[in-house]
């Protein structure tokens, strides 16, 4: 899986491209759980480029979205489209996150709650505990 | 059933009075342009002008009670859907061949015997779905509009065709630039109609330009305004050569009555997951019988119409009351002699037009059938040989002058050869395709992109559902990700897919403990902080993404199957 990043202000956006499974999902955690310590947690994680994503993948999205909301950031996704926005249905996320049509449309939404000082907005705030 | 949300009256609603009427105005509107149809035929046989306009009469009358008999629900016939009856384009090509061979009474024997056909047929639909795959469908409807599309130019620009006059070519163009514009830039119910809009400004500049013969339009103020049609005319032959392009015709024109009363399914049940093929059966047995209805009264094939369910979806009215007004309303047009008049009169400019508008949907329709099947070398060599032979026919004519008699019902139609060329060629490629294959997958070398390969050449091979491929392949990767981090012990993972038409089956087989598939997802707390909680929605997506799934353990093998449906 690659993994690029791209920052727009105070958000930072990840791009993905590939697949999200057991054998890449522990990169994509360490890596987005470091820009989240080194302060950049207002995030946006972009699927555009995903073509599968197993069960590893959204319990780090889970993980990403507490460490995220604990730093006082949030998290929005975008790209989600086709057969991940299939999987992302049935395992019941779709309702769990901030998700937006484009890259551009997120970060806009993340950089706009930040204006607006709304806090801890990682995720829709629908957390199932 | 659970009403979706932009559906305003559903099939049991009464619709107010003048919703239902304007409703089903609309409906005869976008109806009557296939009328080009059977025009066409009668005038590849010269046939007078009082007989086409009688003929006309009864094919309305032919068409109301088709649109009844689908509507209503009598007994085991009718879907019960607003889906009226049209005559179909899939007839046009045979019916052109029977009207050439032996006349107006071999094409009405010939109609009935495909609408016989049509009601065996609809007691065996699994069956021909299975000798009729996908991407056959779509190469017949593709040759059925290029067939078509063919027959309407030929009417113009044939050898023994009268020359075309440049009034003849400006009235044609203006036609079909009233069509195209209102359906490219129009809106609302000018786009709706504008074949009808178009129909009608092509007949005003038709007598603008002086294309009505001399006293045509006049001879009709001699007609009364309300009066039955004869059936002095009825004749049925019958010729054994013209059973292959009628059945072919027929096979069509099921498919296509089945895939529109799914579509009527799904307009009205939000909860719609697959077909049901009891009213699927309804609706081609009640297709079937309007078909030899047709014949046995003197009119041209009719099929459910595609454009009309289309035009209930967008208007979210699907009431069956409306369903029931349309049919009365073509009873009663049959009733109306100066209007069948003034349709046999239109001109050939006018009625070519309509037709290779009407086509251009067809033919595109026929692409996207091809297409929505993965394809492997051996489809693709059936689609395009399919084609070529289908083309070949229409570009070189001498291919059916040079066959014998018995054949010519078979090549002389490029519908018929390319349908016989991808029926032949789809049973013998057939030959060396395992309905049943696996592969070995060594845990310590998994490779994800190795088992999607596998289930997508596969898939390509059978004719698959790319969709349904895509479930599958997410289905055996997932499953593996967690057997292998969760419960393998030692050995290889063997996974076997197996397909028919209808199924697609994956098993997994592991020496290993079996893996939970629950019912409730975990909590999100459960998934984030452990192992547990992952495997566990590993099970639930695994679940919920197949149609039914069973896990089973023999000794320390655990096996897991998946189905899905096709």
């Known amino acids: ?129 | 059933m659970r009403r979706p949300a932009n559906l305003v009256y559903t099939l049991d609603d009464i619709p107010p009075l003048h919703v239902t009427a304007f409703n089903a105005i609309q409906h005869v509107g976008l109806i009557a342009i296939n009328l080009v149809y059977p025009l066409l035929v009668f005038h590849l046989v010269d046939t007078p002008l009082p007989m086409v306009a009688n003929l006309l009469a009864v094919g309305m009358i032919v068409l109301g009670a088709a649109t009844l008999l689908q509507v209503m629900r009598l007994g085991p016939i009718g879907s019960g859907f607003l889906c009226p009856a049209t005559f179909s384009a899939a007839y046009l090509s045979p019916s052109l061949l029977a009207a050439k061979a032996g006349g107006l009474p071999l094409l009405f024997g010939m109609t009935l015997f495909a609408g016989l056909l049509e009601v065996a047929l609809s007691r065996a639909l699994h069956r021909l779905r299975a000798v009729f795959p996908a991407e056959l469908s779509g190469v017949v409807i593709f040759m059925i509009g290029l067939s078509g599309g063919a027959a309407g130019l030929r009417s113009l620009l044939a050898a023994d065709a009268a020359p075309v006059s440049a009034a003849e070519w400006q009235v044609a163009a203006f036609t079909l630039a009233v069509m195209v514009g209102l359906n490219v830039w129009g809106k609302g119910l000018l786009r709706m109609l504008c074949a009808l809009i178009g129909l009608a400004a092509g007949y005003a500049a038709a007598a603008f330009a002086g294309l009505f013969g001399n006293g045509q339009l006049n001879g009709m103020d001699n007609m009364p305004w309300v009066a039955a049609p004869g059936f002095g005319h009825l004749s049925w032959s019958f010729e054994l050569v013209m059973a292959v392009p009628f059945a072919i015709a027929c096979v069509a024109a099921t498919m296509k009555a089945l895939g529109t009363i799914t579509v009527c399914q799904r307009m009205v049940d939000a909860d719609w997951v697959r077909p049901d093929m009891r009213s699927a059966t309804r609706g081609v047995l009640a297709d079937g019988i309007s078909t030899a209805l047709a014949g046995l009264l003197n009119a041209v094939g009719t099929n459910t119409s595609t454009p009309s369910v289309g035009l209930a979806s967008a208007t979210g009215v699907a009431s069956r009351r409306v369903g029931i007004v349309i049919g009365l309303l073509f009873l009663a047009l049959g009733l109306l002699p100066k209007l069948t008049t003034l349709l046999a009169l239109m001109p050939r400019s006018v009625m070519v037009a309509a037709l290779l508008f009407s086509i251009c949907f067809i033919l595109i329709n026929g692409v996207q059938v091809m297409t929505s099947r993965l394809l492997d070398s051996r489809k693709t060599l059936v689609i395009g040989l399919a084609l070529i032979a289908g083309s070949s026919v229409e570009i070189f004519p001498v291919i059916a002058a040079h066959a014998g008699a018995s054949w010519r019902p078979m090549i002389g139609s490029s519908l018929v050869f390319a349908t016989l060329v991808g029926f032949t060629l789809n049973l013998l490629f057939r030959i060396g395709v395992k309905q049943t294959v696996a592969l070995t997958i060594e845990p310590a070398r998994i490779d994800a992109q190795q088992v999607d390969d596998f289930l997508r050449q596969q898939g390509g091979r059978w004719g698959a559902r790319p969709d349904v491929i895509g479930r599958a392949s997410f289905a055996a990767n997932q499953l593996v990700e967690a057997v292998t981090e969760n419960c393998w012990k030692s050995g290889p993972l063997t996974l076997q897919a197996s397909f028919d038409e209808f199924n697609l089956d994956v098993r997994l087989s592991y020496r290993g403990e079996p893996l939970e598939f629950p019912d409730r997802r975990p909590t999100d707390q459960e998934i984030r902080e452990t192992d547990e909680g992952m495997r566990r929605l590993a099970g639930f997506m695994l679940r919920h993404n197949a149609d039914r799934m069973r896990s089973e353990a023999q000794g320390d093998v655990a096996t897991v199957h998946f189905h899905f449906d096709h």
Do not use: N
């Open chain 1, 1 to 129: 899986m690659e993994i690029t990043e791209f920052k727009s202000g105070t958000v930072t956006a990840v791009a993905l491209k590939g697949r999200v499974d057991s054998s890449t999902a522990g990169t994509l955690k360490d890596r987005l759980s470091k820009l989240i310590e080194s302060g950049l947690a207002q995030l946006v994680i972009d699927f555009r480029d995903v073509a599968y994503i197993s069960s590893a993948g959204f319990r780090t999205l889970l993980i990403v979205a507490k460490q995220s909301a604990d730093a006082h950031g949030r998290l929005a996704l975008c790209g989600i489209a086709g057969e991940v926005k299939r999987l992302f249905d049935i395992a019941a996320f779709t309702d769990l996150f901030l998700i937006l049509p484009s890259r551009e449309e997120a970060i806009a939404a993340i950089a706009q709650a930040g204006a607006s000082g709304k806090s801890g907005a990682s995720a829709s705030g629908k957390s199932r505990t």
